[in-house]
């Protein structure tokens, strides 16, 4: 048995060949493959190739014994050198660094989200906060309502009360006074009309619409359309920086 080498445009290919006479003539009957490698070849293809060759050879054990072993390695070696321990270091030190760069970028891109997701939590505590306490002053205010309705009704004497009724003007302006614009509370007007089976509906539309993506998404895009950028060109500007500092 030899190894036999066969040369296509882009890869060389090893097999295993035998040869028998047959009816007077020599034949090569083709017993395995061995692999193949891509043309022109890296220290990281040469390392895959041989852990595979390494591999079927091994499977192989019950046809070749090891003198023939030998002999197939020394002539697949004489075409494919095995990468030496110097290449394999320095291979590992290159894709060590091209690690670093990538998980740089990474790190640095993930600090970015989590830094705008706790400013947005915060922002949220800092909102709920405050309703907290509106919300708080608007059940004291409900409860003493609800007191001197009663009170009023059993015939008790009750102080105050005697100016003006509170207005939709004056419900307007308590609700701008806690922070609420003039959008949250034609939301707010809009809901309170909803049954609550469509409340319900509407709850599940907001959750299938409640991704940060589309917030972040349409930030980016008045960021660049005030910038008079496409998000391609960006995109495009962005790559060719990559590649430009995995060369370098």
Do not use: C
Request: hydrophobic share 40%.
């Amino acid at each position: 048995m030899f190894a036999r080498f066969r040369q296509t445009p882009k890869r060389l290919q090893v097999s295993l060949v035998e040869t028998r006479r047959l009816e007077g003539k020599v034949r090569a009957e083709h017993i395995a493959s061995l692999g193949s490698i891509v043309v022109p070849w890296t220290v990281a293809d040469r390392i895959a190739f041989w852990t595979r060759l390494h591999e079927r050879l091994g499977r192989l054990s019950n046809r070749l014994d090891a003198a023939k072993q030998g002999e197939i390695i020394g002539a697949v070696y004489a075409r494919i050198p095995l990468p030496t321990p110097d290449e394999q270091r320095a291979l590992q030190l290159e894709n060590a660094e091209t690690d670093e760069r990538l998980f740089s970028q990474f790190e640095a891109m993930f600090d970015e989200k989590i830094g705008g997701e706790e400013a947005l939590v915060a922002k949220t505590e800092a909102a709920i906060a405050a309703d907290q306490t509106t919300a708080a002053d608007i059940k004291t205010r409900l409860s003493a309502a609800r007191d001197r309705i009663a009170r009023l009704n059993n015939g008790e004497a009750v102080a105050g009360g005697l100016g003006k009724p509170v207005t939709y003007e004056d419900a307007l302006a308590f609700l701008r006074a806690g922070g609420w614009t003039k959008a949250d509370i034609k939301r707010s007007l809009l809901l309170s009309t909803l049954s609550g089976e469509e409340f319900e509906e509407f709850l599940q539309e907001a959750r299938k619409r409640d991704d940060r993506r589309s917030i972040d998404n349409a930030a980016l895009a008045e960021v660049l359309k005030r910038r008079g950028m496409r998000r391609l060109q960006i995109l495009r500007e962005a790559l060719r920086a990559g590649r430009s500092s995995e060369r370098g």
